[in-house]
């Protein structure tokens, strides 16, 4: 159980950051900015990495983004995942293991079979065969996962940065560890738009981790 001091308002005491309220996000996130430097620097920045192309004295270009990786999408368990080359690989190693493990599994169950058949056993055979149907139904899912897995170009897609915020560096620090996009450790470079810095979910989930303090849930009630 996490709790989260709040000036001139009440203490707020939840369970994790998934359960504040919009209200409660937008107060502790406002309090959180109080007083940490964000400006917007599109033009500028936009202009030093152009330049940058001709201009070897240019502060900083585009090798100083980082965070900058491609990343493919692809539809596992019915969920869209957005993964690098290093997530794809990892799933696929762990997804090729359940594979041998699912083949392991029906080898075993076609002995057994075979055994209850033999032996005469029908009511055995049959409820033996209905686990061969199911692990092979397994089976055949963990394939069609791998196979699409094989499949994904990860160099398909770049995160693409809207706007470009100069920053705190306590707060560049806290972007770069959460995997947003920054530049020349100074520029945070924010893949949306069209609402305040303060209602971004990256920015809200940073301020719930730097703000909140874990406390013993019965002292808490």
Not at 24 to 44: A, K, V
Not at 153 to 179: F, R, T
Request: charged share 30%; aromatic share 8%.
């Amino acid at each position: 159980m996490f709790k989260i001091e709040l000036k001139n308002q009440e203490a707020i005491t939840i369970d994790s950051f998934k359960d504040l309220t919009d209200s409660q996000r937008q107060n502790i996130t406002d309090q959180y900015l109080d007083g940490i430097m964000m400006y917007n620097m599109n033009s500028e920045v936009e202009f030093i990495l152009s330049s940058s192309l001709e201009d070897n004295n240019a502060p900083f270009n585009h090798d100083d983004i980082e965070n900058n990786n491609p990343w493919g999408d692809v539809e596992i368990n019915g969920k869209w995942l957005e993964l690098s080359e290093d997530d794809k690989d990892e799933l696929l190693e762990e997804c090729q293991e359940k594979l041998e493990v699912a083949e392991s599994f029906i080898s075993i169950l076609e002995e057994k079979l075979e055994i209850a058949e033999d032996n005469g056993n029908d009511l055995q055979a049959e409820e033996i065969e209905k686990e061969v149907e199911a692990a092979q139904e397994a089976q055949d899912k963990l394939q069609d996962d791998c196979d699409q897995l094989e499949g994904i170009d990860c160099y398909e897609q770049y995160p693409e940065v809207m706007e470009w915020i100069l920053c705190s560096s306590h707060l560049i620090y806290n972007l770069k560890e959460a995997g947003e996009v920054v530049l020349n450790g100074e520029y945070w470079g924010r893949c949306s738009f069209g609402q305040a810095w303060s209602m971004d979910c990256i920015i809200q989930k940073i301020a719930f981790d730097v703000m909140a303090f874990e406390v013993d849930e019965t002292k808490a009630l």
